[in-house]
C-alpha cells in the first residue's frame, strides 16, 4: 500500500513541476490531448506518463517499491477512476483517515501505486479469473474498501470498479471475518472532501449521539450524486479492454467460461445493482426528504435490496411525518439484523409510527439488534411504546 505521506510528496511534485516544465496531456485517447496540463486537474492517467514511469524506469518496479524503505500491508483498499485529480483523490483520502482515525503509518492499496506499471501482465493477465488478480489480493488482505467518487459517479460506470464493489459489498462483507468487513464512499468538494461511511465512523463514537454525528458529517455529501447512483447498472460498466469485461462479468455470473460472451442480465448483477442503490437511498434519505424530493425511488431502492442494517437519524427533522415513518417501515425485509432509528425531537410523530413500526419489524427474520430514539416526540405515549414492544 501507499502511505498518504507519500501521496502528499506527489502532489507537491506535481504543483512543482507541471507549470515549470509545462506539462502536457501524453494520452492519445484522451479528449485533451496535447493540453497544457494544470496542477489541480492532473489525473492518475497523466500522472503515469510524468511521474511514475519515469520514476520507476530504471528499476523497473512499482512506486510503492520505488519511494517504501520496506513493506507497507494495506489496511484500506481504494477504488476509483483515474480521471478523477490526483489533488481530489488525495483530500478524499485525508478525510476518510481523519473519519475513521487511521495512522499516518496506515497504507491504501492503490492500483497505480501498487501494480507495477513496466509489468502489468503479472497483475493482471487477460487469461486471468479476476479473483486471482492483485485486485482482489489486496481487497482481501485489508479491512475495508472505499470508493472515490468524482463529480459524475465515472467510478461506477467502470467494471473494474463495479468487481471491487460487489467483491466489498458481497462477498468479503458476507464472509466469517473477525471484523465486518466496511465499505466507504468519498467524493471531493474543491479543497474538502467527504464520505459516507459504513455504519458510524470511529470520529463519529466520540459523540454523545453517534448517529446525529454521522449524520452531520455525512450532509454535505452531494445528494444529486446519489441520486445519480440509482441509475448505475454493472452490465453497462465499460472498460479499456473487452477481455476484462468479459471475464469480470462471467465471474460475478459464476461462468465456467470466463472468455465466453457473458449474459445481460443476471441475478448476481442485479443483486448488486440493488445494494449499491440502497446504500445512496440510506445516505441520502433524510436529506432527500427535508429537500422535498419525490421519495418513491428511495424507498424502491430499498426494497429491493438486501443490506443487513438500515440505520438512520431523523433528529429535529421538522419534515418528518408518520406516513414517512410508515413507508420506510414498509422497506425493512426478511435479511435485515440491526435496525437503528433515531426520531428524537420529531415532534409531528404520533402512535401511528410506533404501529406501522411494529408491523414492518415482524418482516425480519433475521433482527438481532434494535435501538429506537423517540426522545421529545411529545405525541407518542405509553400505550403506543407497550404495544410496540408487544409485537417484538
Not at 49 to 68: G, H, L, N
Request: aromatic residues 10%; proline residues 5%; glycine residues 4%.
Amino acid at each position: 500500500g501507499v502511505l498518504r505521506s507519500q501521496l502528499r510528496a506527489v502532489v507537491r511534485y506535481v504543483r512543482r513541476r507541471c507549470p515549470k516544465q509545462a506539462w502536457r496531456d501524453k494520452c492519445q485517447r484522451s479528449p485533451t490531448y496535447g493540453s497544457v496540463l494544470q496542477p489541480e486537474t492532473v489525473n492518475l492517467y497523466q500522472l503515469t506518463d510524468w511521474v511514475i514511469q519515469p520514476a520507476t524506469e530504471a528499476r523497473q518496479c512499482s512506486y510503492v517499491e520505488f519511494v517504501a524503505d520496506g513493506p507497507q500491508r494495506p489496511r484500506w483498499f481504494v477504488s476509483h477512476w483515474w480521471g478523477e485529480p490526483v489533488v481530489d483523490f488525495l483530500a478524499c483520502l485525508e478525510q476518510h483517515a481523519k473519519d475513521r482515525e487511521l495512522a499516518e503509518g496506515d497504507p491504501y492499496w492503490v492500483c497505480a501505486y501498487a501494480n507495477n506499471q513496466w509489468d502489468l501482465k503479472s497483475d493482471i493477465n487477460a487469461e486471468q479469473d479476476p479473483q486471482q488478480s492483485s485486485f482482489r489480493r489486496a481487497m482481501e488482505i485489508a479491512e475495508g474498501a472505499i470508493s472515490i467518487l468524482d463529480k459524475d459517479a465515472v467510478c461506477y460506470s467502470r467494471i473494474w470498479c463495479c468487481y471491487e464493489v460487489w467483491v466489498a459489498t458481497g462477498e468479503l462483507s458476507e464472509a466469517r471475518r473477525k471484523k465486518p468487513y466496511r465499505y466507504d464512499m468519498y467524493t471531493s468538494l474543491g479543497k474538502q472532501a467527504v464520505g459516507i461511511t459504513d455504519g458510524c465512523a470511529e470520529r463519529d463514537s466520540h459523540d454523545k449521539f453517534p448517529m446525529d454525528a454521522k449524520s452531520k458529517r455525512e450532509k454535505p455529501f452531494p445528494i444529486e450524486l446519489c441520486r445519480r447512483a440509482f441509475g448505475i447498472k454493472l452490465q453497462d460498466a465499460v472498460t479499456t479492454e473487452p477481455g476484462d469485461r468479459r471475464r469480470i462479468l462471467n465471474s460475478i455470473a459464476r461462468a465456467r467460461n470466463l472468455r465466453a460472451e457473458p449474459p445481460h442480465q443476471h441475478p448476481q448483477y442485479d443483486q448488486l445493482n440493488s445494494n449499491l442503490h440502497g446504500r445512496f437511498a440510506v445516505a441520502s434519505w433524510r436529506f432527500a426528504l427535508e429537500s422535498g424530493f419525490p421519495m418513491q425511488p428511495y424507498l424502491d431502492a430499498l426494497q429491493r435490496c438486501n443490506l443487513p442494517k438500515l440505520e438512520l437519524s431523523f433528529d429535529n427533522c421538522d419534515a418528518l411525518r408518520d406516513e414517512h415513518v410508515s413507508d420506510l417501515a414498509g422497506t425493512i425485509t426478511r435479511a435485515v439484523d440491526t435496525v437503528q432509528l433515531d426520531f428524537s425531537f420529531c415532534s409531528e410523530l404520533t402512535d401511528r409510527s410506533l404501529t406501522s413500526l411494529r408491523a414492518g419489524l415482524a418482516a425480519s427474520h433475521a433482527l438481532k439488534r434494535l435501538a429506537l430514539d423517540f426522545t421529545f416526540c411529545k405525541q407518542i405515549t405509553d400505550d403506543g411504546a407497550v404495544d410496540l414492544a408487544a409485537g417484538l
